[in-house]
């Protein structure tokens, strides 16, 4: 990560997620809806003789939406490198080879929150729940860390 540092940036505090939470708040929807469309699906595909391939393409959805999203997330969370600087906040991911890094200013973002479960927890940025379907991209969040409000309170003293 030093490498990609902008001049007169310097790097004020690097972590790694801690807890790997299997369920996430927007769960409480989806786990749900997962299961309602996994029973109807696959009351359509039973017997399975003759069902056409599109039909397999949503019983495949359904899994993901099961299963698959949970084991993305925990993979996602296992390779996460969080680091703050006193100009940007960066999230860097290795998947399966392939490596993600998001990065935002801090100047720029809504002022931190941080959710404290017990010496962990997360800190995002802006309300916990937005009203409506167009949320544009996904905002960076520190999931799974040590000592939440101190990193809270680290990224306020570099805004």
């Known amino acids: ?46 017997p399975p003789d003759r069902v056409p391939l599109i039909v397999w393409g949503f019983v495949a959805v359904g899994l993901y939406l099961l299963v698959g999203r949970l084991v993305v997330r925990q993979l996602v969370l296992r390779s996460t490198t969080y680091t703050v600087t006193n100009k940007r906040l960066v999230v860097e991911s290795r998947v399966l080879g392939v490596t993600r890094v998001r990065s935002d200013f801090l100047r720029t973002m809504r002022p931190p929150v941080a959710d404290d479960h017990g010496g962990h927890g997360n800190v995002r940025f ?33 805004r």
């Open 1 to 46: 990560m030093t490498a990609d540092l902008f001049p007169s940036e310097r790097v004020v505090w690097t972590g790694k997620p801690v807890r790997y939470p299997v369920f996430d708040a927007g769960d409480f929807f989806l786990v749900p809806f997962s299961i309602l469309w996994c029973s109807v699906v696959f009351r359509s595909v039973w």
């Open 126 to 158: 802006g309300p916990r729940f937005e009203v409506g379907f167009v949320r544009g991209p996904r905002r960076l969040e520190l999931r799974g860390i040590e000592d939440p409000r101190a990193v809270r309170d680290l990224i306020m003293a570099q």
